[in-house]
């Protein structure tokens, strides 16, 4: 078979954790695609948050095998939501010496100024692009009026001439239909993890030991963003009126716009003692994060595929999220409890899972399978050649 040259773009890529679930996917994708023979290249942000970078000015590493080029990225860090615009000026000339060296271009994201000179880039040249929006390209939520706005007067340059849109879930690929891509050009695809990444997982107690919870004590866990979206002003609502009083609850993650207020409810309710923010943990913290929990909590108003939830169920925990969540029917009464958006209701299928034991074997004795038939990277990866060999060929 035929090996590529693969550009893959995304707004971060490690260390930058910060940026969420995308930063994981390509990571998993580009190494899968690697360990089939393929070169990936990755382009992304300096930046390891909205206000930090990584290191100054433009440079490239080696990480698991993929090049990675870091862009030195100029942005805006008082714009309210995620990031905002943003203005990398080494980028051009990086795409002006590279760009016809590369068979197949993968762009990660939408509404991000990063993407438009790579798709501009790549028309000229005529090589055959996708674009995975990872969830980002509905209207949802957060900064709509900003979004609409973007569509208007961008939009059609980042979508033009694309080869295909990678859609995680249905709803996104009505969306990407309404923007006038036709069905034809949109293929569903599923997120993976490798299953050896279960090696990565330490022995149990580490994070129990750096928050000071016992061994014994129920642990709640939610690792993801802390933002509007996910929904963890609701999550501690629900935790309030747990009927599991010895339990304990870990929010996991960066600040995205609820910090306060989640620190503020924590305040009011009187859960201190009770409740845990770490912040955002990288590499082997997130695996010890997941080995000590005894439920994994997704409390969210809307989510597409969240890569923890694949995270979760690789650790083998059981799960409660609400019916907000796309992928909700993949895991219905197979791994997890799905709830309408509402505390009382989260809070009573935590305290099931907690409290029946029969339950809570079930639930995680089927997460191995759900990794074998749903979340393997194998499948990822037979997905992503395929289309990546179609657009080449011309096929499409």
């Not at 260390?15 to 360990?35: D, F």
């Not at 642990?219 to 501690?236: A, E, H, P, S, Y």
Request: glycine share 8%; charged share 20%; hydrophobic share 40%.
């Amino acid at each position: 078979m035929t090996k590529l040259n693969i550009l893959m773009s995304t707004l971060g890529f490690y260390p930058a954790s910060a940026w969420g679930g995308p930063v994981k996917i390509v990571h998993q994708n580009g190494r899968e695609l690697m360990r089939r023979g393929h070169s990936v290249t990755i382009y992304c942000t300096n930046l390891l948050n909205k206000h930090k970078k990584i290191a100054p000015g433009t440079f490239e590493r080696n990480i698991d095998g993929l090049r990675v080029v870091y862009f030195n990225t100029w942005n805006f860090a008082w714009w309210p939501g995620t990031l905002g615009p943003i203005l990398l000026p080494d980028l051009p000339g990086y795409l002006r010496k590279e760009i016809t060296t590369f068979d197949i271009i993968h762009i990660n994201g939408y509404r991000n100024f990063m993407n438009l000179p790579i798709a501009r880039a790549a028309r000229s040249k005529g090589i055959p692009f996708v674009l995975q929006p990872h969830g980002a390209m509905q209207l949802i939520v957060n900064s709509i009026f900003v979004k609409q706005i973007y569509d208007r007067f961008w939009g059609n340059q980042e979508l033009s001439g694309v080869g295909m849109i990678l859609a995680g879930q249905q709803s996104e690929a009505e969306q990407a239909i309404k923007y006038g891509i036709p069905p034809e050009r949109i293929r569903l695809i599923h997120n993976g993890v490798d299953l050896a990444d279960r090696s990565k997982f330490p022995t149990s107690g580490l994070f129990r030991r750096r928050i000071n919870i016992p061994d014994d004590k129920p642990l709640i866990l939610f690792l993801g963003r802390i933002n509007r979206k996910k929904g963890t002003d609701m999550l501690v609502h629900a935790f309030n009126t747990l009927k599991v009083k010895d339990a304990f609850l870990a929010i996991v993650g960066p600040d995205d716009g609820q910090l306060d207020e989640v620190q503020n409810l924590i305040t009011s309710y009187g859960l201190e003692d009770r409740v845990f923010l770490p912040g955002l943990l990288i590499g082997e913290e997130v695996y010890a994060a997941y080995q000590d929990a005894d439920v994994f909590v997704l409390p969210c108003r809307t989510d597409t595929y969240p890569m923890a939830i694949i995270e979760a169920c690789l650790a083998g925990k059981p799960m409660v999220v609400t019916n907000g969540l796309e992928i909700a029917d993949l895991l219905r009464d197979r791994v997890a409890l799905v709830t309408n958006f509402d505390p009382e209701e989260f809070a009573e299928a935590i305290a099931r899972i907690l409290t029946d034991h029969s339950l809570y074997e079930s639930l995680r004795s089927n997460c191995d399978a759900l990794m074998q038939d749903t979340f393997s990277i194998k499948a990822v990866g037979d997905q992503l050649e395929n289309i990546y060999f179609e657009l080449k060929s011309g096929c499409l």
